[in-house]
């Protein structure tokens, strides 16, 4: 008997195909991750998903942007109800360690260079909803010693990419199997414990 190839609503199949591709990547891994088993998961010819998707990279792009609202989700979780200051720093640093850890493959493709120069809005956004986390948490905080010369907003900069740099570089050295470890193999510091000692005003 042959294979029957399932039925899609033209609003039905974008879903469906972007849930394969996360489903892909959480089962299989990156590598395994392609347009023909995206779409052999579905059910769907190599060539369906051209009605949505003008190439496989816009596909990766909306595969993406899902991983990144999630991303965004995952931190806000935890900062929700605290006061701005430490608190809230470390509750969002642990959520974005936190979704790595549990999503390395869909990580590894939201900051793929594949997707570098993608010029998707949706993307974009969904990317930007992850970073303002952040920028909301370092809002709240302030240097032990100001850098001379920069102003308030340079200050805020320098605050956010200090902490995406510790918790982003923390988050892929971790997914990566770097850096040092107990006898068990789990990490000797933790996020946590290397995140900067800001002053809250």
């Known amino acids: 008997m042959k294979n029957q190839k399932k039925s899609y609503h033209y609003g039905d199949l974008k879903p469906a195909l972007i849930k394969a591709g996360l489903d892909i990547l959480e089962q299989d891994g990156l590598e395994n991750l392609s347009l023909r088993a995206i779409a052999a ?12 998707f003008d190439s496989f990279d816009g596909l990766l792009a909306a595969i993406a942007t899902e991983g990144f609202r999630r991303h965004a989700a995952e931190m806000q979780r935890g900062v929700e109800g605290l006061p701005p200051g430490r608190d809230r720093m470390r509750a969002a640093a642990a959520g974005y360690v936190r979704f790595a850890q549990q999503n390395p493959a869909l990580f590894r493709l939201m900051f793929s260079p594949k997707l570098r120069d993608q010029a998707d809005p949706d993307l974009a956004a969904a990317g930007a909803q992850s970073y303002g986390v952040l920028r909301s948490v370092a809002a709240g905080l302030e240097w032990p010693r100001p850098a001379p010369g920069f102003g308030p907003e340079m200050e805020n900069l320098r605050t956010e990419m200090m902490l995406w740099t ?18 068990d193999g789990t990490p000797i510091l933790d996020i ?10």
């Open 166 to 183: 510790i918790v982003h570089g923390y988050a892929w050295l971790l997914i990566e199997g770097r850096g040092p470890r107990k006898a």
């Open 192 to 201: 946590l414990d290397v995140m900067p000692d800001f002053d809250v005003p």
């Open 41 to 52: 998961r579905v059910g769907v010819s190599h060539t369906a998903p051209k009605n949505h």
